[in-house]
T-cell receptor, first 111, second 112 residues
Framework: QKEVEQNSGPLSVPEGAIASLNCTYS??????FFWYRQYSGKSPELIMF????GDKEDGRFTAQLNKASQYVSLLIRDSQPSDSATYLC???????????FGSGTKLNVKP | KAGVTQTPRYLIKTRGQQVTLSCSPI?????VSWYQQTPGQGLQFLFE???????NKGNFPGRFSGRQFSNSRSEMNVSTLELGDSALYLC???????????FGQGTRLTVV
């Protein structure tokens, strides 16, 4: 059973701070890693994807991947109240579009 | 560019009935995946279709089935509905294999 683990939170950070979200996965053969944001009552929205070890930056978001330690993280700089949502980590371990999702981390950004 | 379109958005069905959900992927995307989201189990993979072929299936009973048409639109069918099938059903569209997936707004199914 391939597992993707996330701390359910809630993670509370003040506005303007850096929010750090973490995810670990069990399958060493995992190839692709994704972060989605889901507002209450809405569908998941893709934020970032990362395939190689290291960091990938996109605006205020940075995804970090460490395959040796089997973890992927998402940093949100200058957090805004509008970033308050549940963040889902997803992992793909084969050449098909079958994603394994973590249970999500709820982020609260306080004004 | 239009996103992923799912219809209907909301559905209420009675136990024992069957239901068909529809998904139109982003233009040019050939892969369509279906997921079930519930508060207790989170997002769980149902199946994936690529160029009308089911390439992968999740751990769901045979009551859950799907298909994809030549224009990449996909349908998902659930027969003999059970109360536990109440969930948000999400369709995701991908341009290729092992690439990012874009979700539709989902169909919220309630079984009473």
């Amino acid at each position: 059973q391939k597992e993707v683990e996330q701390n359910s939170g809630p993670l509370s950070v003040p506005e303007g701070a850096i929010a750090s979200l973490n995810c670990t996965y069990s399958d060493r053969g995992s190839q692709s890693f994704f972060w989605y944001r889901q507002y209450s009552g809405k569908s998941p929205e893709l934020i970032m994807f990362i395939y190689s070890n290291g960091d990938k930056e996109d605006g205020r978001f940075t995804a970090q991947l460490n395959k040796a330690s089997q973890y992927v993280s998402l940093l949100i700089r200058d957090s805004q109240p509008s970033d308050s949502a549940t963040y889902l980590c997803a992992v793909s371990a084969d050449n098909f579009n079958k994603f394994y999702f973590g249970s999500g981390t709820k982020l609260n950004v306080k004004p | 560019k239009a996103g992923v379109t799912q219809t209907p958005r909301y559905l209420i069905k009675t136990r024992g009935q069957q239901v068909t959900l529809s998904c139109s992927p982003i233009s040019g995307h050939r892969s369509v995946s279906w997921y079930q989201q519930t508060p207790g189990q989170g997002l769980q993979f149902l199946f994936e279709y690529f160029s009308e072929t089911q390439r992968n299936k999740g751990n769901f009973p045979g009551r859950f089935s799907g298909r994809q048409f030549s224009n990449s639109r996909s349908e998902m069918n659930v027969s003999t509905l059970e109360l536990g099938d109440s969930a948000l059903y999400l369709c995701a569209s991908s341009p290729g294999s092992n690439t990012e997936a874009f979700f539709g707004q989902g169909t919220r199914l309630t079984v009473v």
